[in-house]
Every structure is written in C-alpha cells, then in structure tokens.
C-alpha cells in the first residue's frame, strides 16, 4: 500500500510567498512545529497549488463526468490516475469558458509595504453603476504529503494539524492564514493506471513541480537529467529556486516545472507512482513532481478537436 | 495586409461582423481576411461556438483588465479622444508603418475582442490575424508556426521588430509567431488553433523574462502560466509592465523579493 492524504486548504488572508505555488519546504515548516519528531522526520510534502474555487467540470481523460460550481472548492474522488493531476495543473483545465476562467485563474495584486501580495479573494470587474453586485470567489491550496516508507503510519495527519497554518511572508503581520477545506486519502497502488498500460504506447512527462540539478544545501549532489527523459529540440528550460531553513538560503538549480520531454524508461506505470510521490533531491521538500501521459493526448483538448474539424473540412473539400 | 489591420475596428463600436458600417474615418473597413486567419486567430483567444455573456453585467466594447480588475478604458488620457486616435491608426498607408502603429497603440488596448469576452484584446487580435495570414501567404499552414523570442543585443536597445509577425514587444524582448525559427527560442503552436496560451508558454525553451525586475516577472509568469487565451495574455504582458513602471515611480514598490 502506498498512500498519500491530500489537502486543501482556503486562503484566508493576503499570501505574500512564491508567485509559482506554495512550496513543499514552507508547507512542511507549518507542519512540523505541529507533529512529534518521528512524523516530523519522515513526512514529505508536495508543492501547493493555487486553486480557484469556481465552476468547472470534469475533462474527457477522468474518471468522472459532469460539474458543479464551486468545483474548485473540495476535493474530487480519486479513481484513476489522472485524477491525482485534476487541480495540480497551473492552467487548471476543467474552468468552464462560458465564464471568464482567465480572470478566475489570475491572482488580484496586492501591495504591502513595497511588495505585492495575492489575494484570497477575486473581484470581478464589474463596472461602476454595478459595484453593489460584484460577485467574489475564494482561492484554495491543493497539496499532499506521504511517509517516506509509502505507508501510512504518518499519514493521515489530524485535521488540527492541517487547520490554520500560516504560508508565505509576513506571517507575523497577519498574512498567509488559511483554514482547512478538505482532506482525503487515497491509495496509489489501487489506482486504474490503464491509460499507461499499453504496452506499444509511447509516452511522455510534464514536470509538475521544478527539478533540481543543483543545490547549495549540505549533503545535497547535483544530479543530471535522468536518463530516462528525452528532451525535446530547443533543451530544457532552467531556473532559479531557493530553499529557506530558519534564516539560511540555499540556492538551488532547477529543470523549471510545466515542460514536457519524452519518456524513455521501460515501466510507465512504477515511473508514475513515483512521479506522485516524486524524484531527485529535496523532493521530499516538493520537487521533482512529474506526471505521465500518452504522446497521442494532446495536453490542450480543443486543440485536438479543432485539429479534427479542420481534418474533415479538408476532407469534405476534395 | 492593410485591410486585415482595419477588419475589426468596427468592434470599437461594439458592433459584429454583419452589422457594422464598411467605412470609418474615410478608410474602407470590416472586409474579409484571407485564408481564414480571423477566425483562426479568434479561437486562439475565445472559445468555438455561440458566444456566451461570460461576465454578468459586462456587454461593452470596453475591455476588463486582468491587472486592476477594472474597465481598462484610459478614454480621458487618449490624446485628442478615442475616436480620432482610432482614425489616425488606420488611415495610415504604409503596411510595414500600419504593423508598428499597432504594435505601439494603446487606444486599440482599449477594447476587446468580443462583448462577450471582455478580458480579449482587439490590440492583439489583431496583430495575431495579421502574422497568421503573413505566414500562410508563405506557405506555412498553421501547425508549422512557433511562438519565438526575440531579445534584444543589450539592455538599452529594443529588440528586433519583424513586419507582420511580431505580436508583442517590450523594452527588452518581443515575441513573433514564424513558421522559421531558426536558432532562437521557440515553441509550437500545435495541430491548430485552440486557447492554447500557457500550454505553448510553458513549452517555451527559454522565458524572455529575468534581471532587475525579478519579483515582478515571477508573478507575470506564473499568472501566464494559468491563462489560456493569447490576446489576453499578450495584454496581460503588456498591462503589466506598464502597471509595475508605474507603481515604481510612486516609489509603492522596491525591487527584490525580500
């Protein structure tokens, strides 16, 4: 059995942290001055990703079908594998179009003292004679955490552990509180992994959070690409990440998170439990996320119907 | 390419297609684009099928900011009035001076695309039609092209604008849609035209964004990470570094993260 819990919390508060998502080094320093020091030695947390509580519905590759508003606001049933990735992709794919879903999925700016600061909450742009009917939506945080044996003698955390910590900067001034929405656990090994199962398929990989190739933390060696990546022509973008322990900063070179390189390694459906429970240094601390998907699935779904509808227009000509 | 800059200027107005007049301010408008770029531009930006009111209470052809949240209209800081700053950008004669007129407009940022999608850009619509139809008419059908990144040699110069196919372009940097790459950085744009922004963004080999302002791209990066429609996120770009600028000079920003 391998388990992760699943969490999401609700921003309450302005949240002055990383722009990208709320890493898994600030989530495990919430948490660990809240359990004893074996669960504190061996749980993993994942980088947060920012949510949109909003109306939304399920794409064609889920297990489940239809929507609901405010489907951003709890936690979905976890069946098959791609449902682990519903609210783990920036782009948030299952926002309706009928309503503005890139407004819902931008943050509103704020500015502290000199810094700008996400708010919890989005304000529509209504205009002025209708100020009185602006409407409001509220951003969660979607994040996981695991024991490092897999099992689950740390997991499940206690919801009081999970509720009310405080994320990102200015902690002390009030800001980055959230509350706890919803929890979950699921078992990986009793996940539907067929989309992966086929034998002939190729496959390929979208690093969900940043890998690490570099790291100035103690103890931590560079890693190279894994051999079984394949990258794409034009290489591989890179970017600077940090990690922040007490007051020291390490800076750490990373493979920046939202690519997708080929898949060249012979066991599609282990590489995807452990892109879940993810790779490389400091993954404990959220990095080195990466999910698995067939090549023939375009990440990006009315391209591929567009591209079909052009096909039979074309077809249709001749 | 004259007309396809001129195409859409009866959206001011918050007129369609059908309705709208064939003249404005003595220039021929709203005629067809070739080869189907407008539409193909279009679902870059907004969703197939019927348009649906997507924000309620919100049927202007003034569009809404992403950055502020507000109705971007600067009507009262255009020079001279809306209407005869529109008049003087497609009155212009000169193909190559008409892209670079656009490219530099604020008054056509001011609208959108559609009433019913108010966050669009007419600016960027625009512009995405004209470099569509630029490379079809050489020969590249649509899932040949890239998004690339232009940079410019140094800090202090601006980057290389090509006629037609630059989108955007910044201080520092501006972004093209060419079916030749080259050497530069670049990503496809797929099998056909979709909402397809932070898909391509993210794929890029190398983001254009770094140095002095880091805090600031971080947070334009990553909100164009979540968008989806390009004519929103080539405004979003553009709106942003503006806004930043301006925060800066009321000195309500310092630069570093910490």
Request: glycine letters at 10%; proline letters at 6%.
């Amino acid at each position: 059995m391998t388990v992760v819990q699943r969490v999401l919390l609700e921003l309450d508060e302005d949240y002055l942290g990383r722009p990208y998502y709320v890493s898994g080094n600030a989530l495990y320093r919430a948490i660990a001055r809240r359990v004893e020091a074996s669960t504190r030695r061996s749980v993993a947390v994942s980088h947060g990703v920012f949510v949109p509580g909003e109306h939304g519905g399920y794409p064609d590759e889920h297990s489940q079908s239809g929507g609901a508003p405010y489907f951003g606001a709890g936690l979905r049933p976890v069946e098959s594998y791609e449902d682990l990735f519903l609210f783990r992709d920036a782009a948030q794919r299952w926002l309706s179009s009928s309503r503005p879903r890139d407004a819902h999925n931008t943050h509103d700016l704020r500015v502290h003292s000199g810094r700008v600061a996400f708010a919890p909450t989005v304000r529509f742009g209504l205009p002025r004679e209708s100020r009185n009917s602006k409407r409001t939506m509220t951003w969660y945080v979607h994040f996981y955490v695991h024991g490092d044996t897999g099992g689950s003698d740390v997991i499940p955390l206690d919801e009081d552990v999970l509720d009310g910590l405080r994320l990102g900067g200015a902690r002390n001034y009030g800001l980055g509180g959230t509350s706890l929405k919803d929890t979950q656990t699921v078992d990986l090994d009793s996940l539907d992994y067929s989309m992966l199962e086929d034998a002939e398929g190729s496959f390929e990989l979208e690093l969900v959070s940043p890998y690490v190739t570099g790291s100035e933390y103690p103890g931590a060696d560079d890693q190279s690409v894994p051999w079984w990546w394949t990258p794409r022509p034009g290489g591989l973008r890179r970017r600077e990440e940090r990690l922040v322990e007490d007051s020291d900063v390490y800076e750490l070179e990373t493979i920046d998170h939202g690519q997708v390189v080929g898949y060249g390694g012979p066991n599609p459906v282990e590489t995807a439990k452990s892109g879940v429970l993810r790779v490389g240094t400091h993954s404990r601390f959220g990095f080195g996320e990466f999910r698995l998907r067939p090549v023939s699935e375009d990440r990006v779904p009315e391209r591929a119907s567009n591209a079909a509808a052009r096909e039979s227009a074309r077809g249709g000509q001749r | 390419m004259l007309s396809v800059y001129r195409h859409d200027v009866h959206k001011s107005r918050g007129r369609s297609h059908e309705d709208a007049a064939a003249e404005f301010a003595g220039v021929p408008v709203n005629e067809p684009v070739p080869l189907g770029a407008d539409s193909d531009a279009a679902l870059l930006s907004r969703p197939r099928g019927e348009p649906a009111q997507s924000v309620k209470n919100h049927i202007s052809p003034f569009r809404l900011s992403l950055v502020t949240g507000e109705t971007a209209t600067s009507a009262g800081r255009v020079e001279g009035g809306i209407r005869s700053a529109l008049a003087e950008l497609v009155q212009t004669e000169d193909p190559v001076e008409m892209h670079a007129a656009w490219l530099e407009s604020a008054v056509a940022s001011i609208f959108n695309e559609s009433v019913y999608y108010p966050y669009t850009s007419l600016k960027f619509h625009t512009l995405l039609t004209a470099a569509l139809v630029d490379n079809y008419r050489a020969g590249c059908g649509f899932d040949d092209l890239y998004l690339v990144v232009d940079r410019s040699e140094d800090a202090e110069a601006d980057p290389r604008v090509v006629p037609h196919r630059t989108v955007l372009v910044l201080p520092s940097f501006a972004l093209r849609i060419t079916g030749e790459p080259g050497e530069k950085p670049a990503a496809r744009l797929g099998a056909a035209p979709a909402m397809s922004w932070a898909d391509v963004w993210t794929r890029l080999p190398e983001h254009p964004f770094d140095g002095d302002d880091g805090r600031m791209w971080r947070v334009v990066d990553a909100q164009l990470r979540r968008i989806q429609s390009w004519s929103t996120a080539l405004q979003f770009i553009e709106e942003s570094y503006g806004w930043w600028r301006a925060m800066r000079r009321s000195s309500r920003l310092g630069g570093g993260e910490q």
